[in-house]
Structures are given as structure tokens and as C-alpha cells.
């Protein structure tokens, strides 16, 4: 069926204000790509998102565990059979490591197949004394800092689902061929593109870009417009939560995006930082659980823990993930709750954008294989050295010890 109606920032007084949002310059070329996206067929099926929301269930009773992960921000060259195979590869080795220790199923959902925008801290970055538009993804605009990279151009929207539709065929060839289940999901950021793929069916209204969609914590305010988008559609959703998110907010968001209290609706992404996860979790998971909602709750260890090398790019320590990740497992063990996953940044090829694990990367071999055009990735062998931790927490946690 056609797309809803698409609506634009400014045009409808009436709607709630639309953070992290480009300045697209040309709004007529705006007009005719999402038009184009409401035409065309959506990239998943209603029925897929509702079989997500089931598997999802499992995770919030407890009976399985969920493993997202993929790149920070996928490119629209990186729709390759070697590339999304080695996303899948790595996702299945992870899944299995953590099945055989934790005894329990994992749903396996990949940040691909649309995570291609990028919340920033500014609009705008100077170099050289030359000021251009930030880096949003290529969703939106080009990385090489130039005018004409830099400017948001509406037709990277439709470049944008042929490099999803190519993934995804990818993916359901190599799902059917392995006899496995892989969902897709990415960051709700870009309102023109979800929207433009939004469509009304018998069931209800699906964001059919992804099987789920989240919102981050720069645009989860519970009057904007993410939320907004979000608490209309039926796919299963998330929500990342920073260290500033008070209980009363949880449970407002509770509220507005899952009032039917379903399981297997509402996730909530934490990502406090390893210095923050003991202090500010626990109250969080307790008000939300006294309610009564059975949320997925998942540990994102990586963006609280971000800073920078000697060298200049924005890295991680392998160490300090596994602090958060541990002390996420700690809180829901002192609470008797579900810790429901993992959410991961990280990449099957041999980068060298974070610091430590098995692998020893040195804060000197950083810039060696630096390809990250946002935030740093674990490597293929940081990713294995996280699946094991993570199996080894879930024996701890299943056994009580």
C-alpha cells in the first residue's frame, strides 16, 4: 500500500519539533525522493516485524538472549557479497559462542540494512578555518570535506534503500542457505526516510525500513518528534538510555510507547558508561519492573565509554566495555531481573579502532586501520573476546554464582 503522508518540519505547526534533522537546501528534490520512497515496496514485511516482536517476547521473560550488532554507520558502497557476509559470519560465530554458554536461544539483529545516519554534537565543522556541514552518514551527505560532499542531497534517500534492498537480499539468501534467522534494525534518525517507508496495512502502520527501529538518546524527548513516529507504528522499538534518564522518564516512555504493556514491544538500550552503569541502572530497571512492563533490557558498553588517542580518533578500551558489561550483569542479578543482551558496534574486518583485548591493540597501531567514518568499532577478535565474556556472564548469572 502507498506510504502515509509525509510531513516536514516547519509546514504543520501542529508538530512536535524534529531534533538532529539536516538542512536539506533543495526542498523541492526533498518532495520528490520521499515521494519516490512512498511508491516503492517496502524493504520487510509487517509479519516479519510481528515475528521479531515474538522472539523479543522470549528476551523479556527471559527465555532467550539478544545479540544486535553491526557497523556504527554502514556505507552505500558497502552492499557487497564479501562485506555482508562477513557481518554475518561474525554474527552467527557470536551467537553461537553465547548459546552454547548461556544455554539459551539468541535473537540475532543486525544494525544493518539502513543504519546509515548519524546523530552529531553539531551541525556545522571547521577546518582549516573552512566551515561545512557536519558528517550526518550517507544517508544525508558525503564524508570528504567538501562543499559539495557536505551538502545534504535528498537523492542519497533512494541510493540509500537500493543499498538496503541489495542487503537484504544478501542476507535472506544467506539466512535460507545456514537455515537461520537474522532481523534487521538501525537508528530512527533521519524522519524523511522512515516516514517515506511507513505504510498502513490490515495489521496497522509499520515502518517497513526495518524490522525494528530505535531512537537515541539525543532525540528520546518524550515530546519530539522521534517519539512521535515511534509510538505510531507497530514494529517493535527501542530506546537508548543515557546516564542523565531519570526512573519517572523510563516509565513516561514506558508509557507512551508500549501502554498495552506487550512484551517483546519496548526495548531499552543502556548506555550509561562504566563509571555510571552501578550507580544509575539500578533505580531505572527497578521502576520499570515495579510497573509491571516487561521491557528487553540490553547494555550499549560502547558509546558512554568513548575517548581520545594520542593520535587524534575517537577510540575504546576493550576493558572498559567489559567494566559496563559486567556491571549491567551485576544489577540485574542484585534485582532478580533478565540482563536481555548485548548491543555492540563492531565490524568483521581487521580494524584497529579499539584499544586491547586479545588482540592488544596499542593507542600506537590505532591509526593503522582506522576506517570508521564515525565511531570506533571492536574487530572481528574483539567482537569473539565480548561474545565469550558474555557467556561466561550468563552461566554466572543462570547458575547464581
Not at 102 to 126: F, H, N
Not at 193 to 212: C, I, K, N, V
Not at 287 to 311: L, Q, R, Y
Not at 374 to 396: G, I, K
Request: charged share 25%; with cysteine.
Amino acid at each position: 500500500m502507498l506510504g502515509v503522508p509525509v510531513r516536514f518540519p516547519g509546514e504543520a505547526p501542529n508538530l512536535p519539533p524534529a531534533a538532529q534533522q539536516p538542512d536539506w537546501p533543495d526542498r523541492a528534490a526533498l518532495h520528490a525522493a520521499t515521494a519516490e520512497l512512498a511508491s516503492l515496496p517496502g524493504l520487510v514485511a509487517a509479519a516479519e516485524s510481528d515475528a521479531l516482536r515474538d522472539r523479543l517476547a522470549r528476551v523479556a521473560r527471559g527465555e532467550a538472549v539478544l545479540l544486535q550488532s553491526g557497523d556504527c554507520a554502514e556505507s552505500l558502497d558497502g552492499a557487497t557479497p564479501e562485506r555482508v557476509g562477513g557481518k554475518f559470519g561474525l554474527l552467527g560465530r557470536m551467537a553461537a559462542v553465547l548459546t552454547e554458554g548461556s544455554g539459551l536461544p539468541v535473537v540475532q539483529l543486525g544494525r544493518i540494512a539502513g543504519q546509515y545516519a548519524k546523530p552529531r554534537s553539531s551541525p556545522l565543522e571547521t577546518l582549516d578555518g573552512v566551515t561545512l556541514p557536519v558528517y550526518r552518514g550517507d544517508l544525508v551527505n558525503g564524508c570528504d570535506f567538501t562543499a559539495r560532499d557536505r551538502t545534504p542531497d535528498p537523492s542519497r534517500l533512494i541510493r540509500a534503500y537500493g543499498a538496503a534492498s541489495a542487503t537484504l537480499g544478501m542476507l535472506r539468501e544467506l539466512t535460507a542457505r545456514h537455515g537461520t534467522e537474522l532481523w534487521t534494525s538501525h537508528e530512527a534518525l533521519v524522519l524523511e526516510y522512515e516516514r517515506g517507508l511507513t505504510r498502513t496495512t490490515p495489521a496497522g502502520t509499520y515502518d517497513l525500513s526495518a524490522h525494528l527501529v530505535w531512537i537515541g538518546e539525543r532525540t528520546r524527548a518524550l515530546d519530539g518528534a522521534h517519539i512521535d513516529f515511534a509510538a505510531g507504528i507497530r514494529n517493535p522499538v527501542a530506546v537508548k538510555l543515557g546516564p542523565t534518564t531519570t526512573p519517572d522518564e523510563a516509565l513516561a516512555l514506558v508509557d507512551r510507547l508500549d501502554p498495552e504493556r506487550r512484551p517483546g514491544r519496548l526495548t531499552f538500550i543502556t548506555r550509561m558508561g562504566a563509571e555510571a552503569v552501578r550507580d544509575v541502572l539500578p533505580d531505572l530497571v527497578a521502576k520499570v519492573t515495579a510497573d509491571g512492563a516487561e521491557v528487553v533490557w540490553v547494555c550499549d558498553p560502547m558509546h558512554g565509554n568513548t575517548f581520545t588517542a594520542p593520535s587524534g580518533h575517537k577510540t575504546r578500551h576493550y576493558d572498559t566495555v567489559i567494566d559496563e558489561v559486567r556491571g549491567f550483569f551485576e544489577v540485574h542479578r542484585a534485582l532478580g531481573t533478565h540482563p536481555g543482551g548485548i548491543h555492540a558496534e563492531l565490524t568483521a574486518e581487521d580494524v584497529t579502532e579499539c584499544l586491547g583485548g586479545s588482540c592488544a591493540i596499542s593507542p600506537d597501531e590505532v591509526p593503522d586501520r582506522y576506517e570508521s567514518t564515525c565511531d570506533p568499532r571492536l574487530n572481528a577478535c574483539q567482537a569473539l573476546d565480548l561474545a565469550h565474556e558474555l557467556a561466561a556472564r550468563y552461566v554466572r548469572h543462570l547458575d547464581g554464582a
